[in-house]
């Protein structure tokens, strides 16, 4: 039976951490502030919104929320992130994305509005440039980083491991395998086009899955001796959720193969995806830092 990694674990390590920080912070006169943009009543905006308030008052971090209509305009939108930009109170921007339909073409040159230096979430260039080169020019996306937290918490040494990342995107597949790189992990990551995925992941020692495929990572995929990290989170209509009807969230991995094989597996609820809150509000925290350098 597999070790679960179970992000609540990490999550208490992190928060305590954190506390202790934000009250530094605020002992020299530095309250750590998060704003969030919301354009509409989108649920799962919502929904993370209310995570993000809990986990930010939890901490010690004060939120100040711009809630803007669905029908925003482009402009209105670009003078509430230069906004946040010129507020020197405010240390970290959550815009919620994707943007409202008529937005969307536009929404790489809205988001780069936004100071690096205030992107918590990942949403500029140049965070995303830091991630490639290893520099200090914003953060990380949330959820790789939360990867990371997660090895470390449970002590998985990347040094000299073979690293096998299943999925390319900008937004976990492709920051992860940067990640793991600046760990000095041998990397490889594997795409729709890749030729014997199975193969290529069974040679991992830490295998991150990141297809967002429901039932993708099969038992033909791991051996014994390795950790799996299941980003995604998928809807399983045949899964039964905790009020015993049908339908919950689960992850790429077929849990019930998978787990007896591997050495470690983080669960699909209950793993990374619980983690990336608190990792948002450790970015808010780390900014408020920086402006004390």
Not at 9 to 27: F, G, H, P
Not at 108 to 116: G, M, R, S, T, Y
Not at 228 to 242: L, P, T
Request: charged share 25%; proline share 4%.
């Amino acid at each position: 039976m597999a070790k679960q990694l179970l992000g609540k674990e990490v999550t208490a390590a992190m928060n305590e951490r954190l506390q202790s920080r934000a009250a530094a912070l605020k002992e020299r006169g530095t309250a750590p502030k998060l704003a969030i943009v919301r354009c509409g009543e989108n649920p799962s905006d919502l929904s993370y919104e209310k995570g993000a308030e809990s986990r930010a008052a939890l901490i010690g971090v004060e939120v100040q929320k711009f809630l803007l209509p669905e029908d925003v305009t482009k402009e209105t939108l670009v003078e509430t992130i230069e906004a946040i930009n010129r507020d020197r109170s405010i240390h970290g921007c959550l815009l919620f994305r994707p943007l409202p339909k008529h937005l969307r073409a536009d929404q790489d040159e809205i988001c780069n509005h936004l100071a690096a230096a205030k992107d918590v979430d990942c949403m500029t260039d140049l965070s995303n440039a830091g991630v490639f080169t290893g520099k200090q020019l914003g953060f990380a996306p949330c959820t790789p980083q939360a990867c990371m937290e997660i090895l470390d918490y449970y002590g998985v040494d990347c040094k000299g491991k073979l690293a096998v990342v299943i999925g390319r995107s900008l937004v976990v597949g492709r920051p992860a395998a940067m990640m793991l790189m600046e760990r000095n992990a041998t990397v490889t990551i594997c795409h729709t086009k890749t030729v014997n995925t199975p193969e290529i992941a069974r040679s991992a020692d830490i295998l991150v899955t990141a297809a967002g495929v429901l039932g993708s990572l099969t038992a033909e995929y791991v051996r014994p001796g390795q950790v799996v990290i299941d980003v995604s989170i998928n809807w399983d209509e045949q899964k039964r959720n905790a009020k015993g009807g049908r339908g919950a969230i689960a992850g790429d991995a077929v849990f019930s193969e998978v787990e007896p094989i591997v050495e470690a597996i983080t669960p699909v609820p209950g793993g990374v995806g619980s983690v990336t809150t608190s990792v948002l509000i450790g970015h808010v925290v780390e900014a408020a830092e920086r402006t004390l350098l």
